[in-house]
């Protein structure tokens, strides 16, 4: 605790040297949208010692039925100012923690059941790391109706007059000044979608990072009067947005992953955390693909996966293992392909590490390596050689969601029941929707 | 201010003298089980060997000041001129030499010069390296007269590396120093935090923090020039 001692008094004392006006507060809600409060630097001494007090209900999933009230808890160690805070005003954020008001963790809270999670990680030995891929869109606006993709590029594109390169130069530019390392950006390969790779880093501040990166993608996109999408799929006809993400454990220090040359590159470890993935995978799509719209990129005739597999280099596989270059045996990882950016990252975060965990605990065996391009076989081939396919949409997902102790277990109770209380109103809702696609094909007909 | 280490125990009167005219802290100690053993939290200062009387005795401390996971520096040889011929080939056993008998004004001197030479500076609450400053007492830090925006632990470790520069620091020693238990992600975190650091330093400054292949980090300059 004396080291958070010194981490508050970090931050108060930079609040004060920097003459800091406001302090905004961030936190996730159960479906993953960000949360905001500010707070003036006279009071952030005793928002440190006490926590800010407020009424959970009226954040989604975290209402409960007796005590509403609960405490936001500014993590110092997360403390940055803002890079785009006007020059006379200059602003910080910190990430919370959510607790109830004696304390102890709010179970609503996704940031603590990451963290929840990765303490059970690291009492078995293991860090976990995250570099995801996150895929966007820019649109010329936000309103309703047909959405005007900014430019006709396409993958690598190299147009001169590109207002949306500008737009992702600067946004990385913020990035970089929110601790936030880019690996690589670049156009993706339907019109004005993009791609932002992250830097790895261990788990929890990475599903922090991913919080922010979205957070600024909007709000440097909005200052030139662009809308920026995170949404799955918000064409129709052109590939959706995915938000791949390369993961590895690391104990003591090493790849923990990595196995002796000749057995595949991949130790016990890394097979078993394969092994899981795979054997829960359509239990926790639900939660790593939560909109009605998630599933339509995961459908047929795109590159998006649709199948419970694992390959070195089969990019319609959902698990992927990357082959590295010879003697970089600390970059051993696997990539998990199905997640989209409008994911909760703390919550889909969770729940693959739980399955990786699983898979290594209870000694799950990899099945073979899928060799052939699985979006070219039929139904048959396919489940001549066991292939199973992810849940086709959200109300399946939320059937087999439903139906795992682990999904549960690694959420607990009050996020797992509201999660799917919430998700089924949400697919109720969509399924009384008489759509474009009905007026269209139906309205002339019959 | 920790103290600075002196040997041998008890110090030699002249020289107590000369540091405590000087406002200099110091604690004289007479064996290396006991540099370790009463080490302050923040670690010496620096020492102040004086090898007149037990020449192997300050010679077994200084390799053992040297040798540990953070070789102490600065380290000030007090010699005899006739031990002048001994010092060949022990050159990385410290940082300056001084002859006897002990000249109160000299022995500042060079203690004010190996402080700057090892990026403490004058001002014990300033860390200054080239075109970095970083002020511990208010946990700011620039960069050409620009203040920089670093989160706790950037700070951290930049403040760690810029007090010893020159010196190549192992990833498990900076986990070890710089962030004691409370993290997530083990030694690769340091991988993780350098990079962010180069990246705040800007291009033109990124390269103060050096990567020693299949070593660790060095902030500045090797002491060896190369």
Redesign the interface.
């Known amino acids: 605790m004396e080291n958070d001692d010194r981490k508050r008094d970090y931050v108060l004392r930079t609040v004060e040297e920097r003459g800091v006006r406001l302090i905004r507060l961030w936190f996730t809600d159960v479906l993953g949208r960000h949360k905001s409060v500010a707070i003036s630097p006279a009071e952030l001494e005793t928002v440190f010692d006490e926590g800010l007090q407020f009424d959970g209900s009226s954040i989604d999933g975290f209402s409960r039925i007796q005590e509403s009230d609960v405490l936001a808890v500014p993590d110092p160690g997360t403390f940055e100012l803002l890079p785009w805070a006007a020059e006379d005003e200059p602003s910080g954020t910190m990430f919370c923690d959510i607790t109830q008001l004696d304390g102890s963790p709010f179970p609503g809270d996704p940031r603590q059941v990451l963290r929840r999670n990765l303490t059970r990680a690291r009492d078995a030995g293991f860090e976990m790391f995250c570099a995801p891929e996150v895929e966007f869109f820019y649109f010329a606006e936000a309103n309703r109706g047909i959405p005007q993709p900014l430019d006709g590029a396409s993958y690598f594109d190299l147009t001169t007059a590109d207002v949306s390169s500008d737009l992702r130069k600067r946004t990385l530019h913020m990035l970089e000044a929110l601790s936030i390392p880019v690996e690589y950006s670049f156009h993706e390969d339907s019109p004005s979608q993009h791609e932002i790779d992250l830097q790895y880093t261990d788990a929890l501040s990475m599903a922090d990072a991913v919080m922010t990166l979205r957070l600024t993608v909007k709000k440097i996109a909005l200052e030139q009067g662009v809308h920026a999408t995170f949404m799955p799929k918000p064409l129709n006809g052109v590939q959706g947005s995915g938000m791949h993400t390369h993961l590895s454990l690391f104990r003591d220090g090493q790849n923990a992953f990595h196995g002796p040359d000749g057995d595949e590159g991949l130790s016990d470890v890394g097979k078993g955390f394969i092994a899981g993935l795979l054997r829960h995978a359509r239990e926790i799509t639900a939660v790593t693909n939560q909109l009605v719209n998630s599933y339509k990129r995961i459908n047929e005739g795109y590159e998006a996966p649709r199948f419970v597999s694992w390959a070195r280099n089969n990019r319609s596989a959902l698990v992927r293992v990357p082959i590295i270059k010879p003697g970089k045996t600390q970059s051993t990882r696997v990539e998990y392909r199905v997640l989209d950016p409008a994911c909760n990252p703390y919550l889909a975060y969770a729940v693959i590490l739980a399955a990786g965990l699983r898979g290594i605990e209870a000694g799950y065996e990899l099945p073979a390596e899928a060799e052939a391009n699985l979006h070219e076989l039929g139904p048959d081939e396919l489940s001549t050689i066991g292939v199973e396919p992810l849940p086709s949409n959200l109300a399946e997902a939320l059937d087999e969601m439903e139906a795992s102790e682990l999904v549960r277990e690694t959420l607990g109770d009050h996020i797992f029941e509201w999660f799917l209380r919430n998700k089924r109103a949400e697919w109720n809702e969509y399924q009384r929707q008489v759509t474009p696609f009905e007026l269209e094909h139906y309205l002339p007909t019959w | 201010m920790d103290p600075l280490l002196i040997f041998p125990e008890p110090a030699p009167p002249e020289l107590a003298q000369a540091l405590d005219l000087g406002g200099w802290s110091w604690k004289s100690i007479g064996d290396p089980d006991a540099a370790i053993a009463e080490e302050p939290d923040g670690g010496w200062t620096g020492a102040i060997v004086v090898a007149d009387v037990d020449p192997e005795g300050a010679l077994a401390m200084c390799r053992r000041l040297r040798r540990g996971e953070l070789p102490l520096e600065p380290l000030l040889l007090l010699v005899t001129a006739n031990q002048l011929e001994d010092l060949k080939l022990r050159e990385d056993l410290y940082d300056d030499f001084c002859v006897l008998p002990i000249r109160p004004v000299e022995l500042s001197a060079r203690l004010r010069h190996l402080f700057w030479k090892t990026g403490r500076g004058t001002r014990p609450d300033l860390v200054e390296y080239g075109p970095l400053a970083l002020n511990v007492e208010?946990?700011?830090a620039a960069i050409d007269g620009q203040?920089l925006?670093l989160?706790?632990?950037?700070?951290e470790l930049l403040k760690f590396l810029a007090s010893h520069p020159g010196r190549v620091f192992t990833?498990?020693t900076l986990l070890s120093r710089v962030w004691?238990y409370?993290?997530?992600?083990?030694?690769?975190?340091v991988d993780?935090h350098i990079?962010?650091l180069r990246?705040?330093l800007g291009e033109e400054h990124a390269g103060l923090i050096h990567t020693v292949r299949s070593v660790g980090y060095r902030f500045g300059q090797s002491r060896w020039g190369v």
């Open positions: 208010t946990y700011q203040p925006d989160t706790y632990m950037e700070y990833r498990e004691g409370d993290y997530y992600g083990g030694a690769r975190t993780v990079r962010r990246s705040k």
